[in-house]
């Protein structure tokens, strides 16, 4: 469940939807090697064949090879545990190991990409980002400690990663994220925005390319 805040303007037609994360609700991954909890998701409600971008949580339980998604983008990155290998094949390039072992770890692979997880020591979390990229482009940023940008694109989401963080956008009141709570920001159009607190962010930056 999602709380839409429409009392306080942010400005420049912005809108502010808080997602919480202790309502997000689980579901088995499409190959069955654990649970996924989509944070959100455009267009809302579309199927894993039909967004345009698609945020989620994941509880990684066995090693395993990912599911494929032609056409999309992907992000990857280290939530909690003690982290995996995702060992990508190429044909034309041989083999790459992306190492996610510290939490915020990143690592970025296209959707056909034929990828085996190895799990350090255990189960993990992970934060995905998957991108339909004939339709969008996504980037994932940490953001650490007190941090003031302009934002501007046709959606943001701030995802706390650990500990609590305090983010103010606009003119809105200053809004608390405890860890993996996400605040969403639907076209922002140089909008201030304030982040203070001891945790991170993961801020998320969507541009469509397609209308």
Request: a negative charge; glycine letters at 10%.
């Amino acid at each position: 469940m999602s709380v839409t805040l429409h009392s306080t303007p942010v400005g420049s037609g912005a809108s502010l939807t808080l997602i919480r994360g202790a309502d997000l609700v689980a579901a088995p991954w499409k190959n069955g090697g654990g649970v996924t909890r989509e944070v959100a998701a455009f267009p809302e409600g579309a199927g894993l064949d039909a967004f345009v971008w698609r945020v989620s949580v994941a509880d990684v339980a066995q090693a395993g090879p990912f599911s494929r998604f032609a056409g999309i983008d992907r992000t990857l990155v280290l939530l909690s545990g003690a982290g995996m290998l995702l060992d990508e094949v190429d044909g034309a390039r041989g083999s790459t190991t992306h190492a996610l072992t510290q939490a915020l770890d990143m690592a970025r692979f296209t959707g056909e990409a034929q990828i085996d997880a190895r799990l350090v020591d255990g189960a993990t979390r992970d934060f995905n980002l998957m991108v339909r990229r004939n339709a969008a482009q996504g980037e994932v940023e940490v953001w650490r400690g007190v941090t003031q940008r302009t934002l501007s694109a046709d959606a943001v989401l701030l995802y706390c990663a650990e500990g609590s963080m305090s983010v103010t956008a606009g003119d809105a009141r200053a809004l608390s994220l405890a860890t993996g709570d996400t605040l969403r920001i639907d076209t922002p159009n140089a909008l201030s925005c304030t982040v203070e607190g001891a945790g991170a962010l993961l801020a998320i930056s969507i541009r469509y390319t397609q209308r």
